[in-house]
């Protein structure tokens, strides 16, 4: 049973912190991706990779950065989280080029 | 750029009823691909159903059909006989249709998606 796993479901943090969400897939993908939902908004990207060390920026870049050091683990980070960083943050992963798109169960942030 | 448009925020329809949710796209591609996800309350996205642009066959799973309609550039999800379970957030997606130029690395679309609700 493939999987896409996010390290937390829910995170409260305070503005100003360095802030590290997770995301681990086990289909040996080669494509990360980092989306944000916000209600009235749908889904948008922040980033994505298309190999190790490889990153794009998406639509939404600003206030993030990510890292990929190994194929399995695409993690977000948010530098200095701010309160209009408060959303949940889906992580997706898949095989190009015909491969399906596979979503992690989400984390919601709060950034108080 | 591609866009994603899902004009109606929320729905809600009795259960067995039929359900129409509406999607309409902005692209200059000739191929892609669309999607309908499925997003439960606190559950994981999945997908409902995927259409390709070059077919013009629109794509049937079960309950779940679409009216794909390319020169208008429109895609509806129709879910008949409509069960409790079918509670969920729904996202139509867009994905340009892979390339060997880009070594088939494409992103999806989203829209803003629809919040339907069965009614027992």
């Known amino acids: 049973d493939v999987k896409v796993t996010q390290s937390s479901r829910y995170l409260v943090k305070r503005t100003g912190e360095k802030v590290f969400l997770e995301c681990v897939q086990d289909?040996?993908?080669?494509?990360m991706f980092w989306y944000r939902q916000d209600p009235g908004l749908g889904l948008r990207l922040i980033y994505f990779?298309?190999?190790?060390?490889?990153?794009e920026k998406g639509d939404i870049p600003e206030g993030y950065s990510v890292s990929r050091e190994k194929k399995e683990r695409f993690s977000l980070i948010l530098e200095s989280a701010s309160t209009n960083q408060t959303s949940m943050y889906l992580c997706?992963?898949?095989?190009?080029?015909?491969?399906?798109?596979?979503f992690g169960p989400g984390t919601r942030l709060t950034v108080l | 750029a591609q866009t994603v448009t899902q004009s109606q925020p929320e729905m809600s329809v009795q259960e067995a009823e039929t359900v129409t949710l509406s999607c309409t796209y902005d692209?200059?591609?000739?191929?892609?691909?669309l999607f309908w996800y499925k997003q439960p309350p606190s559950r994981q996205m999945i997908l409902v159903i995927r259409q390709e642009a070059y077919k013009q066959q629109n794509a049937t799973e079960n309950r779940f059909s679409v009216n794909f309609q390319k020169a208008a550039k429109s895609f509806s999800l129709k879910i008949s006989d409509s069960q409790l379970g079918d509670t969920a957030m729904y996202f139509c997606a867009f994905m340009k249709h892979v390339s060997i130029s880009n070594f088939g690395n494409e992103k999806l679309t989203f829209g803003t998606g629809t919040r339907l609700t069965i009614i027992p």
């Open positions: 997706a992963s898949r095989q190009p080029p015909a491969g399906g798109w596979f």
């Open positions: 692209t200059s591609e000739n191929n892609y691909y």
């Open positions: 289909m040996d993908h080669e494509n």
């Open positions: 990779s298309y190999d190790v060390k490889m990153k």
